[in-house]
């Protein structure tokens, strides 16, 4: 959850990074004339977190006096001044500087920032249960039980957790972080989500207090706050299935009696809570002096979003560091069998992992995960605008946030090996008929072979193969072919062959086929002679390009 009141602290060096985190947060901005201490001091006791552009060192000087005289410590961020690094260093309050350093990471990806946490938690992928509760603004009581959890979770990666009964009694599926498992019995959970008074102080443990309960108020237009308290109060302890706590209160809602000044409006603002003006009556669930209060437990949970992340061919060395932040930010990963292995190591730590196997539709598991509140990162191969999953995911938003990060192509990573043999163009086709009927596409490979650009072939899909390689083989049979297998992985390989020697055996799904522009030719370069394939830019002359041939 963002903080509502950010200041960003910076002298002129961090001056454009300030200004770029101001202007994408909407955080104010002040730099700072001498004195870093006094800058913050002056205002401490009005913010709710703080952005400090500069050394480590120096923010925690400058803050180790103000430590303990508020009761609720601001978040603190530090930034380099280059805004290639962010260190969340205060937790504030139910540790939200986690997540304001990822969005600080986020807003300065053009300066190349690494979101750099030092928490076990961030460290190890997983999410703090204060820090999953502010995410969604619900309170967390006795707090000083939470540590023990907390390093329970980090060495074991998993809690025990009872989910209050009358959560799925009402309807409410919460969607519970990567090791929170689910126990049947109160004695045994390490963490208690619940919106009632349910325990005992022997035993207690700490507690997650979701905001599930709405109350309906119905009053005369004289109904004094303290009235309203009272009936509120009364209500709380006495419903159905009650007692339930003040902080499980979502909102309030009244009729147009009650909507005036005072009143109902008081008691809002009192609490810090929305108000919703209705027509009609509500249920007599509590009565206080000519009040009437009903409650209803409604479902908090707001859906999540999606990134369609492209992971490129394989290894983190080809990871955008959008991606990388997409994947570290997200709480579920899904991913097909046949790509599992491109998701680094590092990144799958604390993290749902869904797998979908051929033929099943991972852009609809994963958009039904999503919409159930989980941040989702669909995670494709390459690039998932090409040949991938993200037309799907888009054609399925509806009113769901999805955002597509684009991934290096096995094509592109192939350059590394083989040169630049599509300086002046590049064709890319799919041999499988997944993505367009194969005659649209021997019609679109006809119309590159013509204009004399170098063709990239991709995808070839078994069912059929030796069809479509001898239409290849015809409109191509006077192109030389070169099959990149496994670009960008461990046991890359490169192979020259003529046209006719192309058959379903010379390839895989891991293999790439470029047939070379007509101009493309062999050069020879470095100390050891490495052969590369370049089409010459059109304004460098072929005798000053060094062919080999």
């Keep these: 959850m963002q903080e509502k009141n950010v200041c960003i602290l910076h002298d002129e060096g961090g001056a454009d990074v300030a200004l770029k985190l101001a202007e994408t947060l909407g955080a104010e901005r002040a730099a700072i004339a001498d004195d870093a201490a006094e800058a913050f001091a002056s205002r401490w006791d009005a913010a709710d977190a703080f952005i400090f552009i500069g050394a480590l060192s120096a923010a925690v000087r400058s803050v180790a006096p103000l430590l303990g005289g508020k009761a609720e410590t601001p978040a603190l961020v530090a930034v380099s001044e280059d805004g290639a690094v962010v260190i969340p260093v205060l937790p504030g309050h139910m540790g939200r500087a986690s997540d304001l350093a990822r969005s600080c990471a986020d807003a300065l990806s053009s300066f190349g920032a690494i979101f750099a946490p030092t928490a076990a938690t961030d460290r190890s992928g997983l999410i703090a249960p204060d820090l999953w509760a502010s995410r969604r603004n619900w309170r967390m009581l006795l707090r000083t039980l939470l540590p023990s959890v907390v390093r329970k979770l980090v060495s074991s990666r998993k809690i025990s957790v009872w989910v209050d009964p009358v959560l799925a009694g009402s309807g409410v599926s919460l969607p519970l972080p990567f090791g929170y498992e689910a126990t049947a019995r109160q004695q045994d959970a390490d963490l208690i989500i619940s919106p009632r008074n349910a325990q005992r102080l022997v035993g207690a443990k700490p507690q997650i207090v979701p905001r599930v309960v709405a109350a309906e108020i119905c009053c005369g237009r ?98 955008t560091a959008e991606a990388a932040n997409a994947l570290s930010s997200a709480d579920a990963i899904v991913v097909s069998d046949l790509d599992v292995d491109v998701l680094p190591p590092s990144l799958r730590g604390g993290k749902i992992i869904e797998r979908y196997g051929v033929g099943e539709d991972g852009a609809r598991r994963a958009m039904d995960l999503a919409r159930s509140g989980y941040e989702v990162a669909l995670l494709s191969f390459g690039d998932p605008c090409l040949f991938g999953p993200a037309p799907s995911a888009l054609a399925m938003a509806g009113d769901l946030r999805v955002s597509v990060i684009p991934g290096v192509s096995a094509v592109q990573a192939a350059a590394k090996a083989i040169g630049a043999p599509y300086a002046n163009g590049l064709a890319m086709f799919s041999l499988s008929d997944r993505h367009q009927p194969w005659e649209s596409a021997l019609l679109a490979l006809e119309g590159a072979a013509l204009g004399g650009v170098t063709v990239a072939l991709s995808n070839p899909a078994r069912e059929g193969l030796a069809e479509r390689l001898a239409d290849v083989r015809r409109i191509f049979s006077d192109r030389r072919l070169l099959v990149v297998r496994d670009a960008g992985r461990e046991g890359e390989s490169v192979r020259e062959i003529s046209a006719d020697a192309l058959d379903p055996d010379a390839v895989d799904a891991g293999t790439v086929m470029f047939f070379l522009s007509p101009t493309a030719r062999e050069l020879r370069i470095g100390p050891d002679g490495k052969k590369v394939w370049l089409e010459p830019p059109r304004d460098v002359p072929e005798q000053e390009a060094g062919y080999a041939g």
């Design 222 to 319: 004289d109904a004094s706050p303290s009235d309203l308290e009272k009936a509120l109060r009364k209500a709380l302890s006495s419903s159905p299935g009650g007692p339930f706590l003040a902080e499980a209160l979502s909102g309030l809602r009244t009729d147009e009696a009650g909507s005036g000044e005072g009143g109902v409006t008081e008691l809002a603002r009192l609490y810090g809570l929305p108000l919703t003006v209705f027509s009609g009556g509500v249920p007599d669930n509590g009565r206080g002096d000519g009040v009437t209060v009903g409650l209803s437990i409604t479902d908090p949970t707001k859906p999540g979003g999606l990134s369609v992340v492209g992971a490129g061919p394989g290894g983190a060395v080809f990871l």
